[in-house]
């Protein structure tokens, strides 16, 4: 019998595998990630609308990706994917990579700590509202530290070898709240992660784009690899997947190679969206520091230049007269 120590109202596919099954409508009987997608892309739209209300306008890019990055969580717990995660190895590592990989650098690029700063209301004087919560968390030391590569880098790291290279993994998908707690943890450290390295919200701290790249490219060999060392591997790395359905015909050795070579291939569709991102934002700083540089200029009749052949025009002097 399979996964008997299971626990909890979980939907467990009887069919093998297609397609069409993987990508039906099937939440879970506590449909939290549908609820939880719904009320992500209410509170946005009623942040967009507030804004629009009282005239101020919001990038429609930014709507568009925070919307795209919803979906692509939906994509995978809302459908035959989080069930069928459930019993193969390899569609569960698509469901881990897309909701620690993927889903977090299009929500991150929605802005969501921005818009909800512009759409909330200030309290009045004394009072402590949302909006004032949001700015002290943002200026908090616990934002500081889960901000700090120190921790993000460690903790996107054990997410990967520390849940699947120990009995935890095991543990966690022995019932439905510790399944449910995996894939929250896949986002929430995917979110950590990118948080910095994209630099759209506000943050604790701000490093220059080169470290941003820098802090990227520390992380990305680590994932990749994982994704070796699974597809290597002539064990099964983890037991839950070990008794696939029978009738399926499934080898779980084999299951989990294709799981390792998904993970491995996965590192690269980040690493391409966040370094087009960086370097975007980077020109665009470029472009601002340049009109900045361009105003003072027209302001003071050029004078940081004129101070500056100056300066030119009296060492020249000097090495003349000697």
Do not use: K
């Not at 569960?92 to 897309?98: E, F, I, L, P």
């Not at 020109?283 to 009749?301: E, G, I, L, V, W």
């Amino acid at each position: 019998m399979q996964h008997m120590h299971m626990t909890g109202p979980m939907w467990m596919p009887t069919a093998p595998p297609t397609l069409g099954r993987l990508l039906d409508w099937h939440p879970q009987p506590v449909p939290v990630e549908p609820l939880a997608c719904l009320l992500a892309l209410a509170l946005y739209g009623l942040a967009v609308w507030r804004l629009r209300r009282r005239g101020d306008r919001w990038p429609l890019h930014r709507t568009l990706l925070w919307t795209a990055g919803v979906l692509t969580a939906a994509a995978v717990t809302c459908t035959g994917v989080n069930g069928y995660g459930m019993e193969m190895f390899s569609v569960h590592m698509v469901q881990h990579m897309v909701l620690s990989m993927l889903s977090p650098i299009l929500l991150l690029l929605g802005a969501p700590v921005t818009l909800a700063l512009r759409a909330l209301p200030t309290a009045g004087r004394g009072r402590t509202g949302p909006r004032e919560l949001l700015t002290r968390l943002l200026h908090s030391r616990l934002a500081r530290v889960v901000s700090s590569p120190l921790f993000t880098l460690p903790l996107f790291i054990a997410s990967l070898y520390g849940l699947y290279f120990t009995p935890l993994f095991d543990f966690l998908m022995g019932s439905w709240l510790g399944h449910e707690f995996m894939l929250a943890h896949f986002l929430m450290t995917g979110l950590l992660f990118f948080w910095p390295i994209l630099g759209v919200d506000p943050a604790p701290r701000r490093p220059t784009h080169l470290m941003r790249l820098l802090e990227l490219f520390i992380g990305m060999p680590f994932h990749a690899f994982f994704g070796i060392a699974v597809m290597m591997s002539s064990t099964l790395v983890v037991t839950f997947f070990g008794h696939p359905p029978a009738a399926w015909q499934l080898d779980p050795l084999s299951d989990q190679t294709t799981g390792g070579g998904i993970a491995w291939a996965f590192s690269e569709i980040p690493t391409v969206l966040v370094l087009l991102a960086v370097l975007v934002q980077w020109a665009a700083s470029d472009r601002r520091t340049a009109a900045r540089t361009d105003r003072q200029a027209d302001r003071d009749n050029d004078a940081e230049l004129a101070a500056y052949n100056a300066y030119l025009a009296r060492l020249a002097a000097r090495d003349r007269a000697a």
